[in-house]
């Protein structure tokens, strides 16, 4: 007798979509031919990506009980349970619940190891950006308590993950429900101190205005922190920001780069970026566009506006889409020639790699290189790039 094909969670989005996969995939190890798509809804296009997916995944698999959940399952609620492929929607707010998937409540999920290993310290977000539906799908910040952090990173070294990424929806409002009221800082701060053997500690998306004083002096000082900062940057024009609802001013994060990179130059930015925004005119993009070299942005995720239900944005004066795409292109253009700039001074160093299953690993500053064939994932080597290729730096000698 041929067995049933076993549970498959396909991630849409986030890093923290992707930690949670993770979660409800081992909550369903013993569950058959059950397909889950946790779903992204944070633009128009991830949503097309969504049911393209369930469109693809239900031909695959045209036998499997389809269920969605994730973001879209809440936001496009309606939509996507009208689609004929999806068999049923699991609320985002209870897919790492038992319960919600018919299963017994002490199950304590096993999350297999992985080269990089995401923990998640926060879900949810109490702001309120006007073009954001997040907080529709994740509901209010809640926090993990330090010691739940602990355990879960305990876990994963246990399985031998070399990285850990501290992830979340807002990670820098992490502690603000908490008793006392911590920072992150602190919480990072924990982590290193109760694993010194933990190798690599990375951080997801931040609030460049949240980052509180000893998060970023372990940013500037702590080695086994990676010299690698994603800014929550949405745009570099002070009007957008203030219309967008942002907290911080283009001179924050100019400021903040600056006094990282004064005491750990090797520090690389990565930024989201959103083109096209409602009412923005030429000398605003071109604004947007300058923030890309005055913070030295090497890894950025470029978003071209659109509008999502109930949101403060959706209601403002739009611009024409082909307009939209025009200004996210010349973004794209800007990022790729930083960072191609910044990848060929990579050239001739020795980078600490870690190794994926591709055959390509990553720098702590986050910059994608070749191993030799045959390398295991979570090896983790000193690769000296000599070469450019694609974006791909390519080492010329490899040491152990």
């Known amino acids: 007798m041929t067995k049933a094909a076993t549970a498959e969670v396909i991630s849409l989005g986030c890093r923290l979509n992707i930690s949670e996969s993770e979660q409800i995939k081992?909550?369903?190890?013993?569950?058959?031919?059950?397909?889950?798509?946790?779903?992204?809804?944070v633009t128009m296009e991830a949503v097309r990506q969504t049911r393209q997916t369930i469109r693809k995944t239900r031909k695959a698999r045209p036998d499997a009980r389809l269920l969605v959940t994730g973001c879209a399952a809440d936001i496009e609620r309606d939509q996507l349970s009208a689609m004929p492929e999806v068999?049923?929607?699991?609320?985002?707010?209870?897919?790492?619940?038992?319960?919600?998937?018919?299963?017994?409540v002490e199950t304590t999920p096993i999350v297999p190891s992985r080269t990089r290993a995401f923990v998640t310290v926060q879900n949810g977000c109490d702001h309120a950006c006007t073009f954001c539906v997040i907080p529709q799908g994740r509901g209010k910040s809640r926090s993990m308590t330090i010691p739940q952090v602990l355990a879960q990173v305990e876990k994963h070294l246990e399985q031998g993950a070399p990285e850990v990424v501290l992830t979340g929806v807002d990670v820098t409002s992490w502690g603000h429900d908490l008793p006392d009221t911590p920072e992150l800082g602190t919480m990072v701060e924990a982590v290193l101190n109760a694993f010194p053997q933990l190798q690599r500690?990375?951080?997801?998306s931040l609030?460049?205005?949240?980052?509180?004083?000893?998060?970023?002096?372990?940013?500037?000082?702590?080695?086994?922190?990676m010299p690698h900062l994603h800014l929550s940057l949405q745009h570099g024009h002070d009007m957008m920001l203030k219309r967008m609802k942002r907290r911080h001013l283009r001179a924050d994060a100019v400021a903040l780069v600056e006094r990282l990179k004064a005491r750990r130059p090797e520090i690389a930015i990565g930024a989201d970026l959103i083109a096209g925004f409602?009412?923005?005119?030429?000398?605003?993009?071109?604004?947007?566009?300058?923030?890309?070299?005055?913070?030295?942005i090497v890894?950025?995720?470029?978003?071209?506006?659109?509008?999502?239900?109930?949101?403060p944005a959706a209601r403002m004066p739009q611009l024409e889409r082909s307009l939209i795409k025009q200004r996210a292109a010349e973004l794209r253009s800007d990022v790729a020639h930083q960072r191609d700039a910044w990848l060929a001074e990579q050239v001739g160093k020795p980078l600490s790699v870690l190794a994926e299953r591709d055959e390509t690993g990553y720098a702590p500053n986050f910059a994608r290189v070749a191993v030799p064939e045959g390398t295991a994932p979570g090896t983790i080597l000193t690769i000296t790039p000599t070469a450019l290729d694609a974006g791909l730096l390519r080492d010329g000698g490899l040491q152990r």
């Open 207 to 225: 609030d460049g205005i949240e980052i509180d004083p000893l998060l970023e002096e372990l940013f500037a000082q702590e080695q086994r922190l």
């Open 26 to 41: 081992a909550m369903l190890a013993d569950e058959d031919d059950i397909v889950v798509i946790n779903s992204c809804a």
């Open 87 to 104: 068999d049923g929607l699991i609320a985002n707010t209870t897919k790492l619940d038992p319960r919600a998937w018919n299963v017994p």
């Open 278 to 296: 409602p009412t923005e005119d030429a000398a605003m993009h071109a604004e947007n566009r300058s923030i890309i070299e005055a913070v030295d």
């Open 299 to 311: 890894h950025g995720h470029i978003f071209p506006y659109s509008p999502r239900p109930n949101t």
């Open 201 to 204: 500690l990375r951080m997801s």
